[in-house]
Nanobody, 117 residues
Framework: QVQLVESGGGLVQPGGSLRLSCAAS????????MRWYRQAPGKEREFVAG????????NYADSVKGRFTISRDNAKNTMYLQMNSLKPEDTGVYYC??????????WGKGTLVTVSS
């Protein structure tokens, strides 16, 4: 059974940092690219960052470039999102995602990030 479990969210002041984790199980983690998405209150879910199977290639939404860093540890079946210089507009629920060819998209339940003073 495929499972993606996010953690690490919380309340942080503007300019602060958080590190999110996504623990994966039930599939061959190192064989698939992984992504982070987020959904702000009242808005649609949007892409944040993606990482290739081995972790050598990454891509980011323009809104987070230079502030967020995506990475993965295939030995631990875990993906990370280091978020620095957080802004109030980064507030939202952050989701872990992967697409398993032939089986479709899988999502975690999300972790809430609130950036507020």
């Amino acid at each position: 059974q495929v499972q993606l479990v996010e953690s690490g969210g919380g309340l942080v002041q503007p300019g602060g940092s958080l590190r999110l984790s996504c623990a994966a199980s039930g599939f061959s983690f190192s064989a698939f690219a992984m992504r982070w998405y987020r959904q702000a209150p009242g808005k649609e879910r949007e892409f944040v960052a993606g990482v290739s199977r081995a972790g050598g290639r990454t891509n980011y939404a323009d809104s987070v470039k230079g502030r967020f860093t995506i990475s993965r540890d295939n030995a631990k079946n875990t993906m990370y999102l280091q978020m620095n210089s957080l802004k109030p507009e980064d507030t939202g629920v952050y989701y872990c995602n992967t697409n398993l060819a032939g089986l479709g998209d899988y999502w975690g339940k999300g972790t809430l990030v609130t950036v507020s003073s």
